[in-house]
């Protein structure tokens, strides 16, 4: 709306002044050089502003036919440009369709009409890794990594390329060359703190981890450097044990659920004589996540205790997580040391309908310890070779005995976790403890001796043998058709998904992974 009233302002103002020189057009008269020239003020006026019209016509002409070199350069520029940008996308996409041919082709033409181009390269580097030649993929790399636009680039796709060639000096080397032009990259500080975590520099690990801490949300930063601390105080627990039990009271801090800290921190504040805070500690650790490590070191936390003192404290710990089985373990392993076996039994009951390894064998111990049954002991030896399996530290795939702070198989920090490794279902046998089911009820003849009013034969089957034989329990079997063999449930094999970034397959060919060699291994490629 003010536009248009400055518009008719505008327009009113001209229209006035017209009609001003139209009601008074005066004279106008140039003497020069001989010439007289007379007329109007509004004819001089409409002269000069047609002069100024066609001075302006002729600056553009001039002006076009000296810019016309500039001009047709910049077009074919902006031409080249729709060019490569055309053939770079099409190439992208026949790499992401996997068409190797496609993408060669568009590489070609991405190369010829813009080679210094970034995307060029990076196409370059994409065919090169989809077609499995490693030699072009390293030179677009490395071409990348000689530019400052495209340095960060080149260092992730040579990072790549050393860790598939298994040359981890080679990949530390970009990893930490990366870090250092770009210390936001959180590719290269993650790898760099990996391959110092793997190599046990546990100093240079948390110097680092310190440097990134902004990088990093408060959880995760505690968490991480409660697992470094931890790693540093078992590397120096025997060399330094003032700085250890230090570090190990420092990640029992940051992180109070991290059992290994909790552990270690515990056992060393007991050997120092500090028994509550020892207890707190352990304690604090148990409520998040009971393990046998805790129990233990609650159960050993007065040295020379009798046994019938750390079932007590057992007990105290077993009833704050009830129903729980590290807590039903615990209790039952105290008891059977206090010989106290109804209580052990009694621990274990809730477990019988479907043991795991651990309750089996320790069902076993019980059998000898209170009874001298050789025969039962062994019945549960027999269950725990089919028994489900216990939880254990387990990362990638891969089962270790002990924690530790870096996984062994893809070098990721913290990753080792307390829980049941991946396996095949075990089918739910029978329970020993369980009352037997007769299949039929027996035929007693009328003239059968009898014993205190119970048929002899019947009695003689409700009463169990001293010592049965032992029972090796197998899966179950399953029959699809009369007359074919018998089946075992197929199990699901454990397969190696690939963290690498680059591509899964060359021209359509599928990797075949290693074979397993027995256990839970890592499958390398």
Same mark, same amino acid.
């Given at each position: ?32 050089? @001989? ?10 006026? &409409? ?63 991405? #190369? ?21 030649? *490693? ?53 290269? @500080? ?27 949300? #408060? ?53 120092? @004589? ?44 077993? +009833? ?25 039994? &009694? ?51 891969? $089962? ?43 035929? $007693?003849?009328?003239?059968?001796? +009898?014993?205190?009013? $119970? ?8 009463? *169990? ?9 197998? *899966? ?10 018998? #089946? ?14 680059? *591509? ?17 291994? #890592?499958?390398?490629?």
């Amino acid at each position: 709306m003010i536009r248009v009233a400055l518009y008719l302002i505008l327009v009113g103002l001209l229209a006035y002044g017209v009609a001003l020189l139209a009601d008074r057009p005066g004279d106008v008269v140039v003497t020069w050089q @001989g010439w007289r020239i007379e007329t109007s003020l509004m004819v001089l006026g &409409a002269a000069v502003l047609v002069a100024m019209a066609l001075l302006a016509l002729l600056w553009s002409l001039l002006s076009a036919i000296l810019r016309s070199p500039f001009i047709l350069r910049r077009h074919l520029h902006h031409r080249r440009g729709e060019r490569a940008y055309e053939a770079i996308s099409r190439g992208l996409i026949a790499v992401g369709a996997g068409d190797i041919a496609a993408a060669r082709k568009h590489t070609a033409e991405a #190369k010829r009409v813009a080679p210094a181009e970034p995307l060029a390269l990076l196409l370059h580097a994409q065919v090169a890794q989809l077609g499995g030649d *490693p030699e072009a993929a390293d030179s677009a790399f490395r071409a990348m990594a000689g530019r400052p636009d495209t340095k960060a680039l080149g260092l992730h796709g040579l990072f790549i390329e050393s860790r598939r060639r298994g040359d981890h000096v080679g990949a530390q080397a970009f990893a930490e060359e990366a870090a250092r032009v770009s210390p936001s990259l959180g590719w290269a @500080g993650k790898a760099v703190l990996e391959f110092r975590c793997l190599t046990g520099d546990w100093a240079g690990a948390l110097a680092l981890l310190e440097a990134n801490r902004r990088a990093l949300d #408060k959880e995760n930063y505690r968490r991480q450097r409660a697992v470094m601390l931890t790693a540093r105080a078992l590397a120096t627990e025997e060399a330094d044990r003032d700085n250890a039990k230090a570090f190990a009271l420092e990640a029992a801090k940051l992180a109070p659920t991290l059992v290994p800290a909790a552990a270690l921190a515990g056992r060393m504040l007991a050997e120092g @004589g500090e028994l509550r805070k020892a207890s707190r500690v352990v304690n604090k650790a148990w409520d998040a996540h009971p393990h046998p490590d805790l129990a233990q070191v609650l159960s050993d936390l007065r040295f020379g205790d009798a046994a019938r003192d750390r079932l007590k404290r057992i007990e105290a710990l077993a +009833k704050k997580v009830p129903g729980h089985i590290e807590g039903a373990l615990a209790l039952a392993r105290a008891a059977l040391d206090a010989q106290e076996y109804g209580k052990a039994r &009694a621990a274990l009951a809730s477990h019988f309908a479907a043991p795991t390894k651990r309750v089996a064998l320790l069902m076993a111990e019980l059998e000898r310890a209170e009874h001298n049954n050789e025969g039962r002991a062994r019945e549960w030896i027999a269950r725990a070779l089919n028994a489900a399996p216990d939880p254990a530290w387990t990362a990638d795939g891969h $089962v270790s005995d002990r924690w530790l702070p870096v996984s062994p198989v893809s070098g990721r920090l913290d990753a080792f976790a307390w829980r049941v490794p991946l396996t095949a279902i075990p089918a739910a046998a029978p329970t020993i403890e369980a009352e037997p089911v007769p299949l039929a009820a027996p035929v $007693v003849a009328a003239s059968e001796p +009898k014993v205190d009013g $119970v048929p002899a034969v019947q009695r003689q089957m409700e009463t *169990p043998p001293a010592a049965a034989e032992p029972v090796d329990a197998a *899966p179950p079997v399953r029959r699809s058709r009369p007359g074919q063999p018998m #089946k075992r449930e197929p199990v699901i094999p454990l397969v190696h998904a690939p963290d690498d970034p680059g *591509p899964d397959s060359v021209d359509g060919v599928e990797p075949q992974a290693a074979p397993q060699n027995g256990g839970w291994r #890592k499958i390398f490629e």
